[in-house]
């Protein structure tokens, strides 16, 4: 089955320094990846997504580029504020088929110190 | 507020109760999801619903975790003869199937504690 891996784990940047975040997944069938914020002790929310026949997407301050040759993908953040301080979760899945579940990596902090 | 909701957002119980959570997906949603998380690990997937059919299910539901989604709309998640180990956050999500994306959108949580 998918196995999803994130790097690094706590991340701690000055703010208006850019943060990146990275994932490999396993599943060459995955084609979708949703990368998710979640502050303390709130759901998680969705803040941006690739789908596999695109190799970057930005929106605003945050990016996405995906490489499904060496099946990765990376969350790219810049200018960071300190409203950007929670855990960010990478997640991948095979979506339009009967497996539509997302399978998370385990999650990075990123701390932006003001 | 139209988003996911989950009842009730706490539950404390004792070792070998039952637990009943449900979920009540945005209204258009036909896909429905159970995830567990853990402190400091991304949510797990345990099962999923299609309308009312159950699609799949993870290795991590045991015997004693059931799901309904009886009409198609809300779903429970029941834990029978609750352990220790069950202490953890239930997310339940909804999507919709056949979108140009299955974009997941997540519920408050219930918080369950074992005692």
């Known amino acids: 089955g998918e196995n999803v891996e994130q790097h690094p784990s706590t991340l701690s940047v000055q703010e208006g320094d850019s943060a990146v975040i990275k994932c490999t997944y396993s599943d060459s069938a995955s084609n979708y990846f949703p990368w998710y914020k979640q502050e303390l002790g709130k759901r998680p929310q969705l803040i941006i997504d690739?789908?596999?026949?695109?190799g970057e997407k930005k929106d605003q301050r945050i990016a996405v580029t995906l490489n499904k040759t060496a099946k990765h993908f990376s969350l790219h953040i810049t200018e960071t504020q300190p409203e950007d301080s929670a855990v960010y979760f990478c997640?991948?899945?095979?979506?339009?088929?009967?497996?539509?579940?997302?399978?998370f990596g385990k999650g990075t902090k990123l701390s932006v110190k003001p | 507020d139209t988003g996911v909701s989950q009842d009730p957002r706490h539950k404390i119980t004792k070792r070998g109760q039952n637990v009943t959570f449900r979920c009540d997906p945005i209204?258009?949603?036909?896909?429905l999801y159970w995830y567990r998380q853990t402190l400091g690990q991304g949510p797990e997937f345990l099962t999923y619903f299609q309308n009312e059919a159950q699609l799949e299910k993870s290795r991590l539901l045991s015997d004693r975790f059931s799901a309904e989604r009886p009409k198609g709309s809300f779903s429970t998640l029941e834990i029978q003869r609750t352990e220790q180990g069950d202490s953890a956050m239930y997310l339940c999500?909804?999507?919709?199937?056949?979108?140009?994306?299955?974009?997941?959108?997540f519920g408050p949580g219930t918080r369950l504690t074992v005692l």
């Open positions: 999500a909804s999507s919709i199937a056949g979108g140009s994306t299955d974009t997941q959108y």
């Open positions: 209204s258009e949603h036909n896909r």
């Open positions: 690739i789908r596999s026949n695109v």
């Open positions: 997640a991948a899945s095979s979506y339009g088929g009967s497996q539509g579940n997302l399978i």
